[in-house]
């Protein structure tokens, strides 16, 4: 029977092959393909890997939909919950999510859901099928701040629930890290383009350009006739190693490398006019997605030898298994417990080496994985041209210096109470990575619902004490 | 879009812009930049804010054509329109009180060291102005320093550093001044930092280093100030002038030159 049968496996490019281009690594099901994996789902009656989702997607459903190849309306059917299935079908980790819940993965391989909920949204994208109505007015209006998961989950929530949601984004595109942080290889920026499309179909207006805090304060958009304000600025704002000769020419922060590539397209530089260097030898330290996003991108780039510098050990990678795989089948060298303590640089002021120390690993820390210490006298050399940190993120300030009254965490998260995602002043919610510091796509799109519906609950509630 | 309303050639390379963006029109203050991006293929380009007109809903830039994005930006002609026009970004400079103060600027900065010398002195500072470029046909708005400002001199000056620094010098030694603005080419800055620092004055400088979003994301913009790295886009562009570490903003000025090159030269062949 089909349940026993193992999970079929995606296409993908060769790794020869993509590891010179920008194409999409992982090509998608056939329909054969999405047909044989979807016969496997069981149907639950009490599906647990609903339980899994952040947003709570009819898993069971939109399968047994594409079971009777009716793609379109699985498509019509994860969207009742989630606005953006084609992204979330490549970049969700389903692994530690939905597909863990799964009752086929206790004895086999899980159904792989991800994969199929990209095989519908494709279909329904690819078959120019028409998205829903614009909702009927009549409700609240509400101004988001940012335009990444969770901000997009929140105005797409809020306008099916017959609310006008208006976006302000402070870059060219929308998207947020969906546009500047993740790799066209990964996720496609035109599929993430006709999934904005779709949440401006339900009638959002969305404002480029627009950094709130600067151009218009949180407190400026209340006064201005906004009944609640929901802040999804993400974590922007890069961290750096502190150490000496980190400012040298050819050292980016990963969000500097990662939007230079993707946003602004500096691979096809000098038709786009934003430049990028790569050297024939890359460091990126750290180990999480953004550290293989980069990693990938510099192989890409023109990259020889391109190292992934990581302090702890393999067992302890932060980023998916399979973007780690990814990465090494593509030629990524990994050194493992090995820690950066200075950069050395030219008479020009690039980069040319990297002190390194090897690191042991001891006990585990309070994040519950060994905590890495270095090993005295184990420095080495490490011939360099570039150097991308990849160490991680925290909220971007602007907002949270420029409103009054916004309770913040000293890591610059905003705090909210966690099951309304309100925060400290009334009418304004906060969710993502703004608020969880760095994290996933789905979780930030979970905080979006969540405050959706709290929102929704805060403005009924306010029209029924002014009438 | 954002619509260029007018448009004004100035020698050797500078063009002056009124784009209409009512909102930043609203919001701007001296000190502050915008990110302009002409095109789809284009870069986000910092460009300091030279004015705001609110009840006209423009917003005044000056910008050298030095490179291949910004020769796409000047191509543009009145009543034609730049893709994105982002901003106010960065900190406004504060414009409060001082006393005495001296407002230094060169080359494509003239524009905005009037705007921020006229909102000093509309807060009763008595504002001393000084504009700096390479030949006399390069200085600008002349007539509107002397209008503005209690004093305003227009200096020519090749190697950034000979007629001016002898002239800010007198100027610091004569007065007491409560304060120095300066903007423009970073040898011209550090001069003028340098000769205020060397006589017990507060300068401000304003910074430009590479920059991608101007909000804090990317990191290019960082500069070291008093030994701790900073973001001029965030925590500038306005530094104290005694604190900067100029040798490294000026290497990593120079980060993409020879990118720069390239791409100006394929862009004057018409290539791209």
Redesign the interface.
């Known amino acids: 029977m089909a349940s026993g049968a193992p999970q079929v496996d995606m296409p993908k490019q060769a790794p020869e092959e993509r590891k010179s281009n920008f194409d999409e690594v992982a090509l998608g099901y056939s329909e054969e393909q999405a047909l044989a994996e979807a016969s496997r789902c069981l149907g639950c009656k009490n599906p647990r890997c609903v339980k899994g989702c952040p947003v709570g997607v009819d898993i069971p459903g939109f399968i047994g939909l594409v079971k009777e190849r009716r793609y379109v309306e699985a498509a019509r059917r994860i969207k009742e919950t989630n606005s953006l299935p084609a992204v979330c079908g490549r970049v969700c980790p389903q692994e530690s999510q939905c597909q863990m819940s799964c009752v086929l993965g206790v004895k086999g391989q899980p159904v792989a859901i991800g994969r199929l909920e990209r095989y519908a949204a494709d279909y329904e994208r690819s078959s120019g099928a028409q998205g829903p109505a614009r909702t009927t007015r009549g409700g609240g209006r509400v101004a988001v701040v940012g335009s990444g998961p969770s901000g997009l989950t929140v105005a797409a929530e809020l306008q099916k629930k017959g609310h006008q949601a208006d976006v302000y984004e402070?870059?060219?595109a929308a998207g947020g890290v969906l546009m500047?942080g993740i790799p066209e290889f990964r996720l496609p920026k035109d599929i993430v383009q006709a999934e904005i499309e779709y949440v401006k179909g339900l009638g959002v207006n969305l404002h480029?350009?627009?950094?709130v805090g600067?151009?218009?304060t949180v407190g400026e958009l209340l006064r201005a006739g906004y009944d609640a304000v929901f802040i999804g600025s993400g974590a922007?704002?890069?961290h750096?190693l502190?150490v000496p000769g980190?400012?040298l020419?050819g050292v980016?922060?990963a969000?500097?490398f990662l939007?230079?590539t993707n946003l602004?397209?500096a691979y096809r530089?000098?038709?786009?006019?934003?430049?990028i260097?790569v050297g024939r030898s890359v460091a990126v330290i750290g180990g999480g997605n953004v550290a293989m996003d980069s990693a990938r991108c510099a192989l890409r780039l023109g990259g020889e030898k391109v190292y992934i510098v990581y302090r702890r050990g393999k067992g302890e990678l932060p980023a998916r298994l399979e973007e780690a795989e990814n990465a090494e089948e593509e030629g990524v060298e990994f050194m493992y417990q090995t820690n950066p303590v200075r950069f050395i640089g030219d008479d020009?002021?690039y980069v040319t080496r990297m002190e390194c120390v090897r690191m042991e690993l001891g006990e585990p820390d309070a994040s519950g994985r060994r905590s890495p210490s270095p090993i005295k006298g184990s420095e080495f050399l490490l011939d360099v041209d570039t150097v991308i940190v990849a160490i991680g993120q925290s909220p971007?300030?602007?907002i949270q210096q420029t409103t009054d009254g916004l309770e913040a965490t000293r890591w610059g998260t905003i705090v909210v109470d966690e099951e309304t995602m309100a925060t400290s002043i009334s009418g304004v919610y906060a969710g993502g990575d703004v608020v969880s510091g760095a994290a996933t796509v789905i979780s930030a799109m979970g905080a979006g619902k969540a405050a959706a519906a709290s929102i929704h609950n805060y403005i009924e509630k306010r029209g029924q004490s002014a009438t | 879009m954002y619509q260029v309303t007018e448009k004004r050639d100035v020698p050797p390379n500078i063009k002056m812009f009124k784009v209409r963006a009512p909102?930043?029109s609203r919001?701007a203050a001296p000190g502050?930049f915008v990110i302009v991006?002409t095109d789809e293929?284009?870069?986000?380009i910092p460009i300091t804010i030279a004015g705001a007109e609110p009840e006209e809903d423009t917003v005044t830039v000056y910008f050298a054509e030095v490179g291949?994005?910004t020769r796409?930006l000047g191509r543009l002609g009145e009543g034609d329109g730049i893709?994105?026009?982002?901003?106010?970004?960065g900190n406004a400079i504060p414009v409060k009180g001082y006393g005495e103060v001296l407002c230094v600027a060169g080359g494509v900065f003239q524009g905005v060291n009037l705007y921020l010398a006229k909102a000093l002195r509309g807060e009763g500072n008595r504002v001393t102005c000084v504009q700096v470029a390479k030949g006399m046909d390069h200085l600008f708005l002349v007539d509107e320093a002397r209008e503005a400002c209690d004093e305003s001199y227009a200096v020519v000056d090749d190697d950034e550093g000979g007629g001016l620094k002898g002239l800010v010098a007198r100027l610091l030694d004569e007065k007491k001044m409560s304060r120095v603005f300066t903007f423009g080419p970073v040898p011209m800055q550090r001069a003028v930092a340098e000769l205020a620092s060397a006589r017990g004055v507060p300068s401000s400088v304003n910074l430009y280093p590479v920059m991608?979003?101007g909000?804090?994301?990317?990191?290019?913009c960082?500069v070291?100030v008093g030994g701790a790295?900073r973001f001029a886009c965030?925590d500038g562009p306005e530094f104290d002038g005694a604190s900067v570490d100029f040798d490294?903003l000026t290497?990593?000025l120079?980060?993409?030159t020879p990118?720069?090159k390239?791409?100006m030269v394929?862009?004057e062949r018409g290539v791209?």
């Open positions: 402070s870059l060219h500047y480029l350009d627009s950094t600067r151009l218009l922007g704002l890069p750096f502190r980190e400012n020419k980016y922060s969000n500097e939007i230079r602004m397209k530089f000098p038709e786009y006019r934003t430049p260097t020009r002021g971007n300030p602007i | 909102a930043v919001k502050q991006r293929r284009g870069e986000r291949a994005s796409d893709l994105n026009f982002s901003g106010p970004l991608v979003d909000t804090g994301m990317c990191g290019a960082r070291t790295t965030i490294e290497s990593r120079r980060y993409y990118q720069e390239i791409a394929l862009n791209i």
